[in-house]
């Protein structure tokens, strides 16, 4: 019953979807919700403001040099007296405007305006939709923490063309409008992740490889208590035998490289949280067939070279994420080198821990890590790595707290 009670400002822009709005109106209300229409003129173009006053019961706000609206209610008061500006059908022109902080109409000005969550279900043809300008808009409204719903493929209302472009369906709307409302257990709501996880598998020949004793159970956890907190979450993860977390888009590899080239692929992203244990050098050259042991014959040396360094390269990128986080796994010296670590790899903080093996950290299921940032280090007790997971998570959200 997240909705009962609940204050909705529907802003309805221009498109034939906005036939779907009236019924979205009915859906909301069902739910105890009530909704405040704002239709722009393209709007009214498809469906009568008669017809959307009648099914929101309340009056329609359609002009912003009403003289009477601002009288009664103003923009500015429109923009703040709800609990969600829920914008549907959203047009190409419509976030495009908002994307560049346009203010020339009523729904416009109110979109500037507000401090309120914001979802939109954009619909628009999909060749519109594919438009890279549309896709430049979405990602500067995305970082602007506006969230989406849809839209979905299928095919277009006016014409034959399908493609994506079509407006979510009225109770995908509504179930979109619950999570947003709910979003205060989901501070990461909207926020992308990417996770590393486990050891790589440097290839010597096709049935020997390099690798460590990462078991892959704290960068798994924080995939899975990140997602928890509703970011939506890719987790590379290198060979290990523990299950896929929930939740979480998992791309399995093997290499370094191929962890690197998974990595670039899931930017941009707002958080990264390099957890592999990834190997320092890969052989330079693997056998493309099974090295054999020939009595007498000397025996092989393996010529190493070095591997990309995934975290430095992320934390130098030019797509950095917002929050670029590592750990340190050191046997000595724990806190000097995490720091000098923090500087080399362009991250804002590392969590490091000393993986000496009287500790029995490394595959083992507790973990007690120090938090490193430039200006504070913090030392947690020895905890769980679900719990250390979850207190990460925590601290990551605290970053992406709203002012
Ligand atoms: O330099 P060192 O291996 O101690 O750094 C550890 C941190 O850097 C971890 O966050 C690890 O995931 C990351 N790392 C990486 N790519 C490498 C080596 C380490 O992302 N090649």
Known sequence: MVLAGKRILLIISGGIAAYKSLDLIRRLRERGASVRP???????????PLAVGALAADHVFT?????????????????????LVLIAPATADLLAKMANGLADD???????????????APAMNPKMWAHPATKRNIETLRGDG??????????????KEAGTGRMAEPLEIVAAAEMRLDDGARPLAGRKAVVTSGPTHEPIDPVRYIANRSSGRQGHAIASALAALGADVTLVSGPVSIPDPMGVHVVHVERAEE???AVLCALPADIAVMVAAVADWRVASAADQK?????????????????????????HHTQRPKLVIGFAAETQD??????????????????????????GIMGGTRNSVKII??????????????????RLANLIAEQFKPE
Do not use: Y
């Open 259 to 261: 962890m690197r080239d």
């Open 106 to 120: 009523l729904a416009s000005t109110v979109l500037l305006a507000t401090d309120r969550p914001v979802l939109a």
């Open 38 to 48: 704002i239709m722009t003129s393209g709007a009214q173009q498809f469906i009568t």
């Open 63 to 83: 002009d912003l040099f009403s003289r009477q609206d601002e009288q009664d209610v103003g923009h500015i008061r429109l923009a703040r007296d709800c609990d």
């Open 291 to 315: 090295i054999k042991k020939h009595p007498g014959e000397s025996i092989p040396t393996l010529a190493l070279t070095e591997n990309p360094d995934i975290l430095k390269t992320v934390g």
């Open 334 to 359: 724990v806190e000097a080198n995490a720091k000098a670590k923090l500087e080399r790899k362009g991250a804002d903080m590392i969590v490091a821990n000393d993986v000496s093996p009287a500790t």
């Open 146 to 159: 506006i969230r989406f719903v849809g839209p979905m493929s299928g095919e277009m209302a006016e014409s």
């Open 373 to 390: 940032r430039h200006d504070a280090v913090e030392q947690w007790p020895d905890l769980e790595k679900d719990e250390v997971a979850a």
